[in-house]
């Protein structure tokens, strides 16, 4: 079975201009498609990696994983599983062994 790496960008980033009253930046991701034939027939991966805040204006990263060439925009809630870590450089390390055993666990069925 060929491996497939997720991405998760640096902390910077993310964070993008939000400190300078610009806006945090989210990262989209895919795993499956093929370079050469696209993604009709494929077994896709999505996922995405963004900062948000609480009601108590702490900032945390959520991740959302949604399969299939629909897009993010085009879903259901329930068809997108989220979780939430600490915004840090930790947490960050935590995202992607976390997307990687999702799309471990994905790739593996089928």
Same mark, same amino acid.
């Given at each position: 079975m060929?491996?497939r790496e997720?991405? !998760?960008p640096?902390m910077?980033?993310l ?10 930046n989210?990262?989209t ?8 034939k696209? &993604?009709?027939g494929?077994?896709?991966f999505?996922y995405?990696?963004l ?8 900032? #945390? !990263?959520?991740t959302?994983i949604y399969y299939?060439?629909l897009? #993010? ?8 599983e989220?979780n ?10 935590? !995202?992607? &062994?976390?997307l990687q055993s999702k &799309?471990d666990?994905f #790739?593996? !069925?089928?």
């Amino acid at each position: 079975m060929e491996k497939r790496e997720v991405f !998760v960008p640096l902390m910077s980033w993310l964070i993008g201009g939000s400190r300078i009253g610009g806006s945090y930046n989210t990262y989209t991701g895919s795993l499956g498609t093929d370079p050469l034939k696209g &993604a009709i027939g494929q077994r896709i991966f999505n996922y995405r990696i963004l900062i948000e805040k609480n009601e108590e204006d702490t900032e #945390f !990263v959520r991740t959302n994983i949604y399969y299939g060439m629909l897009s #993010f925009d085009s879903r259901n809630e329930d068809d997108i599983e989220s979780n939430i870590f600490e915004l840090s450089e930790e947490g960050l390390e935590n !995202v992607k &062994a976390y997307l990687q055993s999702k &799309a471990d666990e994905f #790739f593996s !069925v089928g």
